[in-house]
T-cell receptor, first 111, second 116 residues
Framework: EDKVVQSPLSLVVHEGDTVTLNCSYE??????LLWYKQEKKAPTFLFML????IEKKSGRLSSILDKKELFSILNITATQTGDSAIYLC???????????FGKGTLLTVNP | EPEVTQTPSHQVTQMGQEVILRCVPI?????FYWYRQILGQKVEFLVS????????KSEIFDDQFSVERPDGSNFTLKIRSTKLEDSAMYFC??????????????FGPGTRLLVL
């Protein structure tokens, strides 16, 4: 059974801080790892990572994958209150790419 | 930008009643999924659907659940006889074809189901 573990489960920071969110995984046939941001409702797609060591970047968010150590990190620099959300890590598995999610990291950015 | 839509946003029902949750996936996507998230818990896979049939389902997806694509745009989840433990947020997701595109699933805003 595929498994995704995220840490920390929650994090409180002040605006301007940099945060690092962690995701480790065990999956039978690794294809990719996805990061989502969940605010009030739907998870919204952030990144898909397939190759080790290649950083994906979007504005203040970046993510990198280590396939040897089976983990990924999501970095957010110069955090803003709008970054407050649950950040979810997921891996697709099975023949139909069903996603296995971690519990998420609840990030709270205070002004 | 294309998006997945879901209706209704909220549904309150009595235990034992049937509910139908509706989704309109992104128009050129061919893979469709339902997930649920019980309050405070992980997002869990329920079922995947491709080429007008179920391609995979989880242990949660028992005989009281069914899915259908009644026309070219809608994708529905039916719960025949709701139980209290079916109370959750239900998400529909879709993805495109081809390597990497199939793995990137886009989620709708969800239907919050409350069974009383």
């Amino acid at each position: 059974e595929d498994k995704v573990v995220q840490s920390p489960l929650s994090l409180v920071v002040h605006e301007g801080d940099t945060v690092t969110l962690n995701c480790s995984y065990e999956v039978t046939n690794f294809r990719s790892l996805l990061w989502y941001k969940q605010e009030k409702k739907a998870p919204t797609f952030l990144f898909m990572l397939t190759s080790s060591g290649i950083e994906k970047k979007s504005g203040r968010l970046s993510s990198i994958l280590d396939k040897k150590e089976l983990f990924s990190i999501l970095n957010i620099t110069a955090t803003q209150t709008g970054d407050s959300a649950i950040y979810l890590c997921a891996v697709p598995g099975g023949s139909n790419y069903k996603l296995t999610f971690g519990k998420g990291t609840l990030l709270t950015v205070n002004p | 930008e294309p998006e997945v839509t879901q209706t209704p946003s909220h549904q309150v029902t009595q235990m034992g009643q049937e509910v139908i949750l509706r989704c309109v996936p992104i128009s050129n996507h061919l893979y469709f999924y339902w997930y649920r998230q019980i309050l405070g818990q992980k997002v869990e896979f329920l079922v995947s659907f491709y080429n007008n049939e179920i391609s995979e389902k989880s242990e949660i997806f028992d005989d009281q659940f069914s899915v259908e694509r009644p026309d070219g745009s809608n994708f529905t989840l039916k719960i025949r006889s709701t139980k209290l433990e079916d109370s959750a947020m239900y998400f529909c997701a879709s993805s495109g074809t081809g390597h990497l595109y199939q793995e990137t699933q886009y989620f709708g805003p969800g239907t919050r189901l409350l069974v009383l």
